[in-house]
Nanobody, 122 residues
Framework: QVQLVESGGGLVQAGGSLRLSCAASGRTFIIFAVGWFRQVPGKEREFIATINWRGGRTRYADSVKGRFTISRDNANNTVYLQIDNLKPEDTAVYYC???????????????WGQGTQVTVSS
């Protein structure tokens, strides 16, 4: 099992930027793919982006392509999500998750962080 802790969320105005971090500990983190998801109350958890363990393969939800960038620093056991040109509809709790394969499916990720709140004001 790998433990994950997200940070970097907050309140930001539309058009602004944030960089979320996902710090890992426990089992060897570098062998895991990592995904970012988000959730708003009353809705299902939504896929945002994923990156394979080497960092050379990334996938994004169509709704965030061009504004979100996922990257990882295996030397520091951290995965990042850079969010630019934030929109009010990006308001959600953002979660990172680790799993064996870089898919877009919530069910494929077995380890989850506690989430970090991102609120975008108009």
């Amino acid at each position: 099992q790998v433990q994950l802790v997200e940070s970097g969320g907050g309140l930001v105005q539309a058009g602004g930027s944030l960089r979320l971090s996902c710090a890992a500990s426990g089992r060897t983190f570098i062998i895991f793919a990592v995904g970012w998801f988000r959730q708003v109350p009353g809705k299902e958890r939504e896929f945002i982006a994923t990156i394979n363990w080497r960092g050379g393969r990334t996938r994004y939800a169509d709704s965030v392509k061009g504004r979100f960038t996922i990257s990882r620093d295996n030397a520091n056991n951290t995965v990042y999500l850079q969010i630019d040109n934030l929109k009010p509809e990006d308001t959600a709790v953002y979660y990172c998750a680790a799993g064996p394969v870089a898919t877009m499916q919530v069910a494929d990720f077995g380890s989850w962080g506690q989430g970090t709140q991102v609120t975008v004001s108009s």
